[in-house]
């Protein structure tokens, strides 16, 4: 199949930037080469249930000048070792043999799915805006029953809609592959990924392969708290470690794990981080390229997984510039190429790992609609085929309407070049949001008792409040406190999320008070209002003016 219009992105060389003739396996791979550079695939590869092999859909030949991943065998808990998988979906290779006729799998007759099209109204490169996509000026997508029969299509609603394999169709699984390729490029040879149901359910996963009752893992002291609450019915306890502006620090985090009391603690060492780099939930902060490659190197130092959780990757901003008073603002242009923009990111946990110790957690909620329950994970071969035989057994793969949807939208539509330009869209929308939200806040908010730090990536402001200001700080505790000023602000209209909510370890002592707000869902006005009425509940509670006026 020939790439779209849209996948094609020409960026010109000089003589100069043309040559020399570089070694291609050190170059990172480029928009432009994907499509041209693919495997041959067998049309037998699409058909119903069809197994995948990630190394299969790799750009360029095996990087045989990289290491392999470590073995994880020791890490392990017992119930992923003996995880056997589906012997019925083992069944499923067979299918594409050549003139089988299967009684075997109860795959249901395609003739029986009461769906012979399905159609979207998507946005056209490069004009992604909602107001832009019109039926007059957007595309539409049109998903047949039989479209890998009749070659419209290698996906079709036949295929989509029936059972398949727990790491998703083929199909999609090859785009999710060349896109961690061209995105993180792990410098590792084996690393493999399979599809998830988005994040909290690989969380799920990853930390039954990896924790058992009694066990705790590390986080941020502040962190997700679904996350928390994923482990806690599982008996996994989370240690929170300090953090700053930053995000996690690790001389804290090898401070715990270099005198770890297995006796004192009532559990072994910690063997797993779970952490979110990047717009961190709740926090907002976002861990720089040395921060990151720190935190590595004490994981490596005491052997431990990390959980990569990374669905605000691309929801890093434009640098922030604080506006002064009478002067023109001198906010940075947008990166003008796909390579610029890929430079701009900060390099992920995955890009710098050569153990196979990370697993990454991607997600498309952020990014395209937190409803499509369509995520992946990128580890080791070894980790992803023990995760693949857990979801064949479980989840299975996501859902065959989002997969299509998402197939025709990401392959056949924009490819990776027109999914980039809308990564760079959404860039800058998220960094106007955050101008809002911080404009607001420096004229409603009362600085002698809140302060924030302008966050670069993600959908959160995090609030810290000077608590030992408040006139009952004397009198009343730090979670009353919270839950007053909670009120107050619920009282004056505007809905914040309190600071406690977040704790990685609840009974652990706290001095720090925060509030986190977001500026992802509400317009511009809405926002400033929000932000208007919790200064005035902050006002109000502190006792700064009467009445908060």
């Known amino acids: 199949m020939a790439p779209p219009p849209s996948a094609i992105s020409m960026e010109g060389l000089d003589d100069t930037t043309a040559a020399p003739f570089p070694n291609p396996l050190t170059l990172p791979l480029e928009v432009n080469d994907i499509f041209g550079r693919r495997n041959k695939a067998d049309k037998k590869q699409w058909g119903v249930a069809a197994p995948s092999v990630t190394s299969s859909f790799k750009i360029g030949s095996p ?56 159609t979207s109204l998507v946005p056209t490169p490069p004009h992604f805006a909602e107001s832009d996509t019109t039926p007059s000026t957007g595309t539409e997508l049109r998903s047949g029953k039989h479209d890998l029969a009749t070659e419209r299509s290698i996906f079709d609603l036949s295929t989509a809609l029936n059972y398949g394999q727990g790491s998703g169709a083929a199909q999609l699984l090859r785009w999710i592959v060349e896109h961690t390729q061209l995105v993180h490029d792990p410098p590792y040879r084996d690393w493999a990924c399979t599809m998830s149901i988005g994040s909290t359910s690989a969380l799920d996963m990853t930390l039954r392969m990896f924790t058992t009752k009694g066990e705790k893992i590390l986080s941020e002291d502040y962190t997700f708290a679904s996350a928390v609450q994923t482990a806690e019915p599982m008996g996994v306890g989370v240690v929170g470690v300090k953090m700053d502006a930053e995000g996690l620090l690790p001389g804290h985090m090898a401070e715990i794990l270099g005198g770890w009391d297995a006796v004192k603690m009532g559990a072994p060492r910690p063997r797993v981080l779970y952490t979110v780099p990047t717009g961190q939930n709740p926090t907002g902060a976002t861990m720089g390229k040395q921060r990151r490659q720190d935190v590595y190197a004490v994981a490596r130092q005491y052997d431990v997984i990390i959980l990569e959780d990374e669905p605000y990757y691309f929801l890093q901003m434009q640098p922030y510039v604080a506006k002064t008073a009478g002067a023109e603002s001198q906010e940075p242009p947008p990166p003008r190429t796909h390579r610029e923009f890929l430079d701009a990111l900060v390099p992920s946990f995955l890009s710098m790992d050569v153990d196979g110790r990370v697993i990454r957690m991607d997600s498309f909620s952020k990014v395209i609609a937190p409803g499509s329950r369509v995520g992946w994970i990128t580890a080791s071969d070894q980790i992803v085929e023990r995760y693949r035989k857990h979801a064949d057994v479980s989840t299975q793969g996501p859902s065959g309407f989002s997969q299509i949807i998402l197939f025709k939208l990401l392959e056949e539509h924009w490819g990776h070049s027109g999914y980039l330009d809308w990564l760079l869209f959404i860039r800058m929308e998220y960094t106007s949001r955050r101008e809002v939200i911080l404009d607001a806040s420096e004229k409603f908010l009362p600085k002698e008792v809140v302060s924030w730090v302008a966050p670069s990536a993600g959908m959160f402001f995090w609030m810290k409040m000077d608590w030992r200001k408040h006139p009952q700080a004397g009198t009343q505790s730090l979670l009353e406190l919270e839950d007053e000023i909670y009120n107050t602000s619920i009282e004056e209209g505007s809905l914040v999320m309190k600071g406690s909510w977040f704790y990685a370890d609840p009974s652990a002592k706290h001095d720090t008070l925060f509030f986190r707000a977001t500026y992802a869902a509400a317009p511009s006005d809405k926002i400033q209002e929000a932000i208007r009425r919790f200064g005035v509940a902050v006002k109000k509670s502190f006792g700064l003016v009467a009445n908060g006026v």
Request: aromatic share 8%; hydrophobic share 30%.
């Open 63 to 118: 990087r045989t000048d990289r290491p392999k991943a470590k073995r994880w065998d020791d890490h392990f808990t017992d119930e992923t070792l003996l995880r056997k998988g589906s012997s019925l979906k083992q069944a499923a290779k067979h299918l594409s043999k050549p003139g089988i006729i299967s009684l075997g799998g109860g795959l249901p007759s395609s003739e029986y799915f009461p769906f012979a099209t399905l």
